[in-house]
């Protein structure tokens, strides 16, 4: 049984301007101690998704409109607030991409990692103070005994986000659910807070959702992929068979036009492969692909119905008439 | 080749004051004796961590901040000296492009009138002739001058960024600063934009100053590029002897760091300890030494100096590590 399985979710936002199908159909599932990255383009839909596993989506004007959430076995989206917030903070954590938002201004670093652990593990005053400036300690927060004391406008962003994976830690979760938790961090300071959740998933097994923009990211820290475009998956698959041999049209676009290292160094300059065209805007009624009006292999069909998943291999599924 | 710019030995402290009668107690270093120069139609790139100094150091080139101490010598000028509409003739020829475009645009103007106020600084062209301009250079970026009477929020944001280099070229400028001109877009878009910006310097033989954070973005356009820590240059190289041989240790733990998209590259990252110091009080001999793996008791004491290290690669460190 999969830790996770999200089955046919689909989330709108009902605006002035119209509806905006945020999440149309998404479904996917994530096993004990696996790391699953989720990309794609802004507004694709990434947040929503795995906020709704949380319900932490404002209704209204939000509304999970369909859909199933089981995690370890029980349906998410049946329970009611008091049992959802329980399982919150101790089974999933999260970490977003601006750590002030969940950290309370008003309490100390060491008062919010202490509470954790005395709801969480029942420990008593001074037990957890002891555990918290050991934890502090282990994600590299210099001199933990005088953070323990300061609140977090008194820390650099970098130390946040560490706090923000202390108190994870300090929970030991069954799923941590990181929402571009490095995009606002410096690339040296990144590489310290991924190595820091890779220590979290090896010790705890812990599952992790993580979303970013960045597929290098993705490719050194996930085990699988999840593509999305326009509020629904596109592609999924193993990290290696996505990045090696991507179907998608949007998937192939997306790792062409990145620029890598080391490309000019050794076959010098040549101009990075374009996605013609934007993002749809979500409140449009497309019928077919939402890809197609972007897509150089488009045909008749794809602008009229849209593409049903299908699965290439037993990891590696693509939602494209190219393959059906 | 001739310089287009030359920077020698710029400074910018601020001043950090407080309490009642606002005391100065103290000065921010952001900007602590940095020297380069940029020839004609070259681009130079600028990195290194948050609040290192990178766009201070661009603002005090345009002088939209002024320089603490230093020179800034622009087509052979110093012009630091120069006074307020002596530098307003030369600011149109050195125009910035930022990270996002939509806070550095009026929301209540129309994209022609942006570019048309741009054209005005220049007085040289009216009515039709003008207007014609515009649709030039909305068509020299790529937007469909259809478009001219639409305002900034009816644009998607790589559109916006067209718009802020759209403007940016009105007033036909020598050097462009792009500060993060593509951090903000996605994947796709920045492509694009990337893209453009290399072939509109081809066509009007443009130099740039490209300030980013990802390093794949910056060797792609960079021919030389500056590594900034704590408002000090520790290392410059042409792209080809930063990313292959990389001498200062912050240098290398930046470009370990990057992620590369190959999943079968094992990742040998370089951990860093602990943060960046402040630059209020930052730490005395080597601004890098409170996280570098190699430090040794010379570099608490002694600041070390931008040397040559062979070619055109420099490098401040008093032990060059390989
Ligand atoms: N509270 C809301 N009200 C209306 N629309 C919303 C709301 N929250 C999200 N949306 C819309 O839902 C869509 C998906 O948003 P989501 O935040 O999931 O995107 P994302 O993939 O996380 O993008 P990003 O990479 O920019 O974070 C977007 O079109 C967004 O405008
Ligand atoms: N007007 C100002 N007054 C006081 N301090 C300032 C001012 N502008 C910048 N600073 C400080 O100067 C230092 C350098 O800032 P700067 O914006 O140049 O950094 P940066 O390298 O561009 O960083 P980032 O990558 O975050 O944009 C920082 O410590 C910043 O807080
Ligand atoms: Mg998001
Ligand atoms: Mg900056």
Redesign the pocket.
Known sequence: MPLLDVKNLS?N?N?LEGT?R??QGVSFSLKKREIIGIV??????????V?SILRL??MP??EISEGRIMFNGENLLALDQKRLRGIRGSNISMIF?EPMTSLNPVFTIGNQISETFKVHQKMNKQRARKATINILEKVSIPSPEKRFEEYPHQLSGGMRQRVMIAIALACQPKLLIA??PTTALDMTVQAQILDLMLQLSDQFDTSILL?T?DLGIVAQTASKVIV?YA?KIIETGSVSSIFKHPFHPYTIGLIKSLPRMGLRSQYGKKPLHEIPGIVP???ENISGCWFAPRCDQSMDICRKVAPLQKYIDSDHSVSCWLFN | MENLLQVNNLKKYFPVKRGVFKRTFGHVYAVDGVSFHLAKGETLGIVGESGCGKSTTARAILRLTEPTKGEIYFQGQNICKLDSSRMKSIRKKMQMIFQDPYGSLNPRMTVGNIIGDSIDIHKLYRGNRKKERIVYIMESVELNPDQIGRYPHQFSGGQRQRIGIARALATEPELIIGDEPVSAL?VSIQAQIINLLENLQTRFGLSYIIIAHDMAVIEHMCDRIAVMYLGRIVEMADFKSLYGNPLHPYTQALLSAVPVIDPDTEGKTIILKGDVPSPINPPPGCHFHTRCIHKKEECEQKVPHLKPAGGDHFVACHFKHK
């Open positions: 989330v936002f605006t905006v945020a999440v794609g383009e802004s507004g694709c839909g990434k947040s929503v998704t906020r989506i404002p004007p939000g991409q929402d571009e979303i923009h999305m509020g805007s979500m409140n | 996605d």
